[in-house]
């Protein structure tokens, strides 16, 4: 079956540290993968995405950065975090129809 | 999420029917979603209704889409404290899912 998995689900950051989200995908090949924010009391941004290995768009100019080094794992990166990185950072998958995403369970990032 | 409105609070009665209404602005997304949000967890999938389509029954839940005035709702039969989450609809623009701000329904005894 096919499962999605992220880590940490929580995490305590200083400004000025660095970042590195992981996520990886099971069961499936060549899935477009995407990282999405969620700061509180708003809604989803996409942040970036990829249909494939090194393949990377970004939706938003920021301070932050994806990588997929391998099919299934997509990682969210920052060299130096921002109090205005805090949020709730979402990975999410789909095969490329039209019958949604699967996401993960979300890392909870806190910069203080 | 600018191109998706939702209103963000809806309070309800257990038992009573949730109705939680979106607008969307792209009339070319072929399908249009409903992913619920529990406190702290990713978003789940619920449903979700093909343009071509006026309405769509789950269990508990109907979906109604009018494709001429781009709304979009979402209605909870008896509804329950489980329900009780933050609810978010979604377009499709080129697979990429645009989504609203999302609405939070609490469900009181």
């Known amino acids: 079956s096919q499962t999605i998995h992220q880590w940490p689900a929580t995490l305590v950051q200083p400004v000025g540290s660095p970042l590195s989200l992981e996520c990886t995908v099971e069961?499936?090949?060549?899935?477009?993968l995407y990282w999405y924010r969620q700061a509180a009391g708003r809604g989803l941004q996409l942040l970036f995405y990829?249909?494939?290995?090194?393949?990377i768009s970004s939706e938003v100019p920021q301070n932050l950065s994806a990588s997929r080094p391998q099919d299934r794992q997509f990682i969210l990166s920052s060299k130096k975090l921002l109090l205005s990185d805090s949020g709730f950072y979402l990975c999410a998958w789909d095969t490329g129809g039209d019958y949604g995403y699967t996401f993960g369970s979300g890392t909870r990032l806190t910069v203080v | 999420g600018e191109d998706v409105e939702q209103s963000l609070f809806l309070s309800v009665r257990e038992g009573d029917s949730s109705v939680i209404n979106c607008t969307y602005t792209d009339s070319s997304s072929t399908y249009l979603y409903w992913y619920k949000q529990e406190p702290g967890a990713g978003l789940q999938l619920l449903t979700y209704?093909?343009?071509?389509?006026d309405m769509k029954q789950d269990q508990r839940l109907t979906v109604l889409l009018n494709k001429k005035d781009k709304h979009l709702s979402l209605r909870i039969a008896d509804t329950q404290t489980g329900d009780s989450a933050i609810y978010f609809c979604?377009?499709?623009?080129?697979?990429?899912?645009?989504f609203g701000a999302g609405t939070t329904v609490t469900v009181r005894a």
């Open positions: 990829s249909v494939g290995i090194g393949q």
């Open positions: 209704i093909f343009s071509n389509m």
């Open positions: 069961g499936t090949s060549n899935p477009n």
């Open positions: 979604a377009e499709i623009d080129d697979y990429k899912l645009s």
